[in-house]
């Protein structure tokens, strides 16, 4: 009996333990020249320290090592999706201040541009404003950071000319098409605005104002996240799993667009409920069996009989059934005495006690 309470209390122990993780993602180098959008899917990051899934800690080392930091596990100061090596937890799309038209992010060292949307380019090499020229219309950067066109020239669709031609318009210095121009949507000067979180960028659609989002980046209402792996907005409904984390447990991540979930000290995930552990996991003393429906014989029960039909817990960590319940002879290990006595049941067939 001494053995199997030991047993017992080492397996509830265990099962009060609960651990997460989050995934982290890398990003493109640095570009010159003209860019392809940065759809690759290997960049991105979460909104912002604050906003960050649940675990991120930030700063150096945390148990990590010298080349890592603790941001919800050990994150590489070369993923942009972490900040790169700045101290904390904040995506560089966050350090940098959401900059605009930009797809993806690298560490060089720091935060730095990775690509740049189509037509767009980063000619002044400033990251905090992002990709600011528009290759297609900007007279000073026309088809190429390295290309302006001659006074009284326009800049129009890549390439100077004299004027403008329908069905582009004069917006300043620049010809522009209000139908798919997102710094002049339909008017001259109405800009359009990105995802509120950044991790993606504005669009202009037949003049109406929108974004899209960057690589893996998912669309939800309140901005672009990796619904895969963030645990406040996972999956395709954009849930949050801290909602609908079950009583006396806890959201610990999102995994393949899934909720993960633990329990607090005390308690261990039995499916999606937080069972308390028992501590007479032999099966002596009291039990009242889970009420949110309790495991049958033969059942996994990790030493907790609370979790059994039958209030036992066998030394096999299998719920078991109590002397003199009805067993099946076919399957003795059923009963915690590992026997089953055959005897015929009341209405003349062939049934079981256990002894």
Do not use: W
């Not at 570009?31 to 150096?60: K, M, N, R």
């Not at 999956?235 to 006396?248: E, I, R």
């Amino acid at each position: 009996m001494k053995t199997r309470l030991l047993a017992g209390a080492f397996l509830a122990g265990v099962f009060a333990a609960g651990c997460a993780a989050v995934l982290g993602l890398d990003a493109g180098d640095p570009l010159d020249g003209l860019s392809e959008a940065g759809a690759d899917g290997t960049t991105g990051s979460p909104d912002s320290a604050s906003d960050a899934p649940v675990g991120f800690e930030g700063g150096t080392d945390g148990g990590c090592g010298a080349d890592k930091k603790a941001c919800n596990g050990c994150q590489a100061l070369d993923n942009p999706a972490f900040g790169c090596s700045a101290p904390g937890c904040g995506s560089c799309a966050t350090l940098l201040g959401n900059p605009s038209q930009v797809t993806s992010y690298g560490c060089g060292p720091g935060c730095t541009i990775g690509q740049c949307a189509v037509d767009f380019q980063n000619c002044d090499k400033d990251a905090a404003n992002g990709c600011e020229s528009n290759l297609k219309n900007d007279r000073n950067h026309c088809g190429g950071c390295a290309r302006t066109c001659d006074a009284g020239e326009f800049c129009v669709t890549g390439a100077c000319a004299a004027d403008c031609g329908a069905p582009q318009k004069v917006c300043g210095t620049a010809c522009v098409d209000p139908t798919n121009d997102p710094f002049n949507c339909k008017n001259c000067g109405t800009v359009c605005p990105g995802p509120p979180n950044g991790n993606g960028v504005p669009t202009c659609t037949a003049t109406v104002c929108g974004y899209t989002c960057n690589g893996t980046f998912v669309k939800c209402s309140d901005g672009c996240y990796q619904t895969s792996s963030d645990p406040t907005h996972c999956g395709a409904l954009c849930q949050n799993c801290n909602s609908t984390a079950p009583a006396n447990g806890f959201a610990s991540g999102c995994n393949g667009g899934a909720c993960q979930y633990g329990c607090n000290s005390g308690f261990f995930l039995s499916g999606s409920v937080c069972v308390p552990i028992d501590a007479g996991s032999d099966g002596g003393g009291s039990c009242t069996p889970n009420a949110a429906g309790c495991f049958v014989g033969g059942s996994p029960c990790g030493g907790n009989s609370n979790v059994c039909c039958g209030c036992r817990c066998n030394p096999d960590n299998l719920c078991c059934l109590a002397p003199n319940a009805d067993c099946n002879p076919a399957f003795p290990t059923a009963c915690c005495s590992n026997d089953c006595m055959p005897m015929a049941t009341p209405d003349g067939g062939a049934g079981g006690r256990c002894l």
